[in-house]
Each structure stands twice: as C-alpha cells, then as structure tokens.
Nanobody, 121 residues
Framework: QVQLVESGGGLVQAGGSLRLSCAAS????????MGWFRQAPGKEREFVGG???????YYSDSVKGRFTISRDNAKNTVYLEMNSLNAEDTAVYYC???????????????WGQGTQVTVSS
C-alpha cells in the first residue's frame, strides 16, 4: 500500500498563488509516478497533471502555463505550484500515485484525502 497526505490548501485571492504538497509513504518514492487531480462541486474528477520517475511533468490544457509540478525524492514529496489562480480553480485537490513508469491519468491507484482550495474575488 501507498499512503498519501496532502497539505497547503486554503483560501487565496484571484490572481494569487498557492503551493500544495503531498507526502508519500509505504513505497520507494522514486519508483512512483505521481499525479494531481481536482474535483469541483457538481463536476467529475479532473486530471490536473502528473510527473514521472524521471521528473518529466505533464499538464492538462486548463492549467498549462499556470501550474508547475515538481518532486523532491529526498523528502518523498511532490508539489503543485499554482499561479494566476481564478474562481474556476476552486476545488478539492487530490494527490495520486501509481506503480509504473508512464503518466496515465486513468491508471492511478492510490489517493490522498484531498485538500480544499478556494479562490475568492
């Protein structure tokens, strides 16, 4: 099993920035493919982006150019840096992981509890 714990969510003004963290345990972190998803009220879960074991990140079109995913293997942590936030970014953000090599959104198996991000005017 893999355990994931998100942190860093909160309230931020439109145009502002926020950084989320996800600490992983229960497996060798460097062997995990990591991802971020989000779910807004009344909407389906949406893939935000992911990062593979080589540190190459991939992003959905809705966040490309605004969000940055990175990983620190020494800290067993993946980060989601969010910039130029707007109201449409308001959602519960989930950290996810899979044992593998490739970032494949539908193949993530392990999930964190989620952290709320609210963007206000």
């Amino acid at each position: 099993q893999v355990q994931l714990v998100e942190s860093g969510g909160g309230l931020v003004q439109a145009g502002g920035s926020l950084r989320l963290s996800c600490a992983a345990s229960g497996s060798t972190f460097s062997r995990l493919v990591m991802g971020w998803f989000r779910q807004a009220p009344g909407k389906e879960r949406e893939f935000v982006g992911g990062i593979n074991r080589s540190g190459i990140a991939y992003y959905s079109d809705s966040v490309k150019g605004r969000f940055t995913i990175s990983r620190d293997n020494a800290k067993n942590t993946v980060y989601l840096e969010m910039n130029s936030l707007n109201a449409e970014d308001t959602a519960v953000y989930y950290c996810a992981a899979r044992l593998g090599v490739v970032v494949i959104p539908r193949e993530f198996d392990y999930w964190g509890q989620g952290t709320q991000v609210t963007v206000s005017s």
